[in-house]
């Protein structure tokens, strides 16, 4: 029992204990430069790897120390994915060596098959953004020649594209598609079409999102796979991850970056719906759970990495207050494991996928956040997540994905997006706002910088 003359001197220790803390989570102008240090030599750090075991390859398997590509040829994939990081780091010598290696050694005239998702939103993304930061005429003419060869993937009789296509042939495989790989053209192809002069790539985009859009449910939700000869839906699960997700993202940005009020139009009436279905409240945060399109009934309270971008979707749209719930949830996620898992049941925290390949969209959210509302619980969030990942996944060679969040095994993998999206975004979390303004750019879904173009 707490005697009465103890009273004050016990609450003047829990007030300085909680200002303490106040104090703490304010983070100073030197405190946020130190944070940008960190991610300024981590990016150093990973580039030096990639340089010394796999020039020239598409990725650097970070436990093995060797070069790896997708396919049978190299497409650079890091270098490219790595250059605009670079550029907004203010790491002027690796920009440049990125984009000497893409400028000597980018080649699409090859009989190559590619998934024309990746591609569009890695290479045409990197090399748009490659010439809209430096000027470099050579970024933009490979640009248009990759784009005049995605194009034929699209040619099918609903005019979704086909999942692979190849560069050279025009051969085209894979009708079993999805909307995001589907409606994730709409920002490169609309620039493509502003860099031409030639209106068949916005239109050949656009085309491709609305045949979703249109088999949409009378409630207003997409499925998860779609043929793209019939246009008959193979799975009718609706989520907001893997396979769906930045086709959301997509019709929201095309508004935003050319003021596109069709893409508007179909954003706010599926926002309406996820919300309405999708979204759950449990007391750990919000959650986006799994449901039949059609009925609107769970399926699966399964959430996962990928999810975590839509609260950033949601803060950049204005709505902060949803967007807050669900990074709260995001945020759970990443500390119940110590590291986010792939996927997880947001209903009792079960590891579903314990899988963590560096992934961004935990703390992307938090940096739309932050610009959003300035609370500083975003910063100590990325801090948190920041940490974690320059600890827990770093090698000798670079930075390794995780087979296994609690186990804590390493994938010998380093994503080409660690660079272009992980890194890019825990900078800017901390950086100086002016680095990159938002009023004036939109990122692609790989966090390539586009130029706003809104009429
Ligand atoms: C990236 O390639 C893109 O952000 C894509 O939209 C989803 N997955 C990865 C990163 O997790």
Redesign the pocket.
């Known amino acids: 029992m707490i005697t009465k003359p103890l009273l004050p001197l016990m609450i003047t220790l829990v007030m300085g204990f909680s200002l303490t803390l106040n104090a703490q989570k304010t983070f100073s102008p030197q405190q946020k430069e130190a944070q940008c240090s960190r991610i300024r030599a981590a990016c150093h750090y990973a580039w030096n790897g990639y340089k010394k075991y796999a020039g020239g390859y598409d990725a650097l398997s970070p436990i093995s120390k060797k070069g790896k590509n997708w396919y049978g040829v190299s497409f650079l994939m890091t270098p490219l994915d790595a250059f605009d990081t670079f550029y907004l780091l203010g790491m002027k010598e690796e920009a440049n060596e990125a984009r000497e290696m893409v400028a000597a050694g980018m080649n699409f005239n090859v009989n190559q098959e590619v998934q024309l998702f ?1 591609v569009n ?2 290479l045409l993304g990197g090399l748009i953004s490659a010439y809209e930061l430096s000027g470099d005429k050579r970024m933009i003419a490979l640009a248009k020649e990759l784009g005049m060869r995605l194009l034929p993937a699209f040619k099918s009789p609903t005019g979704m594209p086909w999942r692979y296509v190849n560069l050279r042939t025009a051969k085209t495989r894979d009708s079993i598609s999805n909307p ?1 790989e589907i409606g ?1 053209y709409l920002l490169e192809f609309g620039k493509l079409t502003a860099y031409t002069h030639d209106s068949i790539y916005y239109r050949t985009a656009k085309k491709a999102a609305f045949e979703v859009y249109r088999r949409r449910s009378d409630i207003d939700l997409v499925g998860t796979t779609i043929n793209i000869i019939t246009g008959d839906w193979k799975n009718s699960e609706s989520q907001i991850g893997a396979r769906i ?2 086709y959301y993202e997509y019709l929201f940005k095309a508004w935003l970056l050319f003021g596109d009020t069709d893409c508007k139009q179909a954003w706010e009436i599926h926002n309406k719906a996820i919300k309405k279905y999708l979204l759950t409240e449990v007391p750990s945060g919000s959650y986006f759970t799994r449901v039949d399109m059609r009925s609107g009934r769970e399926t699966h309270s399964l959430y996962g ?2 999810d975590a ?1 839509y609260a950033g979707v949601l803060a950049l749209s204005g709505d902060t207050a949803t967007a807050s719930r669900i990074q709260k949830g995001n945020f759970h996620m990443w500390t119940t494991f110590n590291l986010e898992p792939e996927e997880f049941n947001f209903r009792n925290d079960s590891l579903l996928y314990p899988e963590y ?1 560096l ?3 935990n703390i992307e959210s938090c940096f739309y956040l932050y610009r959003k509302t300035h609370s500083q619980q975003y910063l100590l969030m990325g801090q948190r997540m920041i940490r974690d990942i320059l600890e827990k996944c770093k090698t000798d060679a670079g930075f390794a994905g995780m087979k296994n969040v609690k186990t804590l095994e390493k994938a010998d993998s380093m994503e080409s ?1 660690f660079f272009a ?1 992980t890194l890019k975004y825990s900078y800017l979390l901390f950086a100086p706002e002016n680095t990159l303004d938002l009023n004036k750019v939109v990122f692609n ?3 390539h910088p586009f130029k706003i173009i809104r009429k």
Do not use: H, K, M, V
């Open positions: 990746e939103i890695r995001a994730t997700d930045s990495a990928l971008f390949p992934r961004p969209e997006f999206e879904t790989e966090a």
